[in-house]
């Protein structure tokens, strides 16, 4: 069965300072591979996905990610963090059958001054 | 802005009553998908329509129900509702030329007393 998981409950880190947090996940085929971001009492935006091809994906907002299969991962990362990027970040991964996407839990992300 | 609408925004209600949150699908998009996030399971998937059909079905209870309409919006209804049913549900569409990328509404958050 697929799943995702993501290490890190919370990270703090400072603004201006670069990102990453980890997703691991586990499929048989090669994966749909998205990441999502939830800002407070907001719906969730997609950041960037892969699918096939150049394993590192450029998203909006300055995101990248960068898909190694040898490691089963997909980090998000991206060089220097605003305060707006404050927000709850999910990976995701789908199936071929389009039907699920299965959600990691999810890593909480504060920015501070 | 997804484009995808969801009301109403909060709803509190008590043990045992019974409400239906109302989605309105990016204009084109066929599918619509159900999730429940709550604080102790995540986000979750409940269930799937495309074109007016069930197509797959998640974690969803029985007191839990849906359906999608003619003109491709969808309700869920959620009966003999329990303290555990409070929560933010996310309604989610997603496109035929790429099925497997979802975009979200801002989601209802339900509040059971």
């Known amino acids: 069965a697929q799943s995702v998981t993501q290490p890190d409950i919370h990270i703090t880190v400072s603004e201006g300072a670069s990102l990453e947090l980890r997703c691991n996940y586990s499929?048989?085929?090669?994966?749909?591979l998205f990441w999502y971001v939830q800002s407070p009492g907001q719906g969730l935006q997609l950041l960037l996905k892969?699918?096939?091809?150049?394993?590192l994906v450029q998203g909006i907002k300055g995101f990248e990610a960068e898909f190694k299969r040898s490691q089963s991962s997909f980090n998000l990362r991206k060089p220097s963090v605003h305060w707006s990027d404050a927000a709850e970040y999910f990976c995701?991964?789908?199936?071929?059958?389009?039907?699920?996407?299965?959600f990691g839990p999810g890593t909480s992300l504060s920015v501070i001054p | 802005d997804s484009g995808v609408t969801q009301t109403p925004k909060h709803l509190i209600t008590a043990t045992g009553q019974r409400v239906t949150l109302r989605c309105s699908p990016r204009s084109g998009d066929l599918s619509v998908y159900w999730y429940q996030q709550s604080l102790d399971q995540g986000l979750q998937f409940l269930i799937q329509?495309?074109?007016?059909?069930?197509?797959a079905k998640g974690n969803i209870l029985e007191r839990f129900s849906a359906q999608q309409f003619p003109d491709l919006h969808s309700e869920l209804n959620l009966s003999s509702l329990e303290l555990g049913d409070s929560a933010l549900y996310f309604c989610?569409?997603?496109?035929?030329?790429?099925?497997?990328?979802?975009?979200f509404g801002p989601g209802t958050r339900l509040l059971v007393l």
């Open positions: 499929y048989g085929a090669t994966p749909y």
């Open positions: 329509y495309y074109n007016g059909e069930e197509r």
């Open positions: 892969y699918f096939s091809g150049d394993t």
């Open positions: 989610a569409s997603s496109d035929k030329r790429t099925p497997e990328t979802q975009y």
């Open positions: 995701a991964v789908g199936t071929t059958s389009y039907d699920k996407v299965i």
